[in-house]
């Protein structure tokens, strides 16, 4: 009874901290990079460098993302599918495909407002 009490007090706990998204990260402003890898995200899919794809250290994976580049004014849509960034100052990674959308693969990292738009 206490092991079936504990977990249900854990599942809600999880259930709580992803059902709601906090009001800071539903739009947040900061910089982003990007990565192209092959390896496994933190989702257990492989990383598709071709995909509009991200990580971000909190939000729920599948969650939709609009990704606005500050500085030229382009957006991409991106799919939550990884953890990081790991660098200091960063709040998003973005797969190759959508930082080029961004115009940022050559610098490799922009200042990019995010929105989400589409919480699982």
Not at 36 to 49: H, I, K, L, V
Not at 100 to 112: E, F
Request: charged fraction near 15%; aromatic fraction near 4%; include cysteine.
């Amino acid at each position: 009874m206490i092991l079936a009490a504990k977990s249900l007090a854990v599942a809600t706990l999880v259930a709580v901290s992803f059902s709601s998204i906090p009001a800071s990260a539903s739009a947040q402003t900061g910089r982003a990079s990007w990565y192209s890898s092959t390896s496994r995200t933190a989702s257990g899919e492989r990383c598709n460098p071709h995909a509009l794809t991200a990580a971000h250290r909190f939000l729920p994976f599948g969650t939709r993302v609009k990704v606005h580049n500050v500085k030229n004014g382009r957006s991409v849509m991106v799919r939550i599918n990884d953890r990081g960034p790991y660098a200091g100052g960063r709040i998003i990674d973005l797969s190759k495909a959508a930082a080029g959308r961004l115009g940022i693969v050559g610098s490799g990292v922009a200042t990019v407002r995010l929105t989400v738009v589409a919480q699982r």
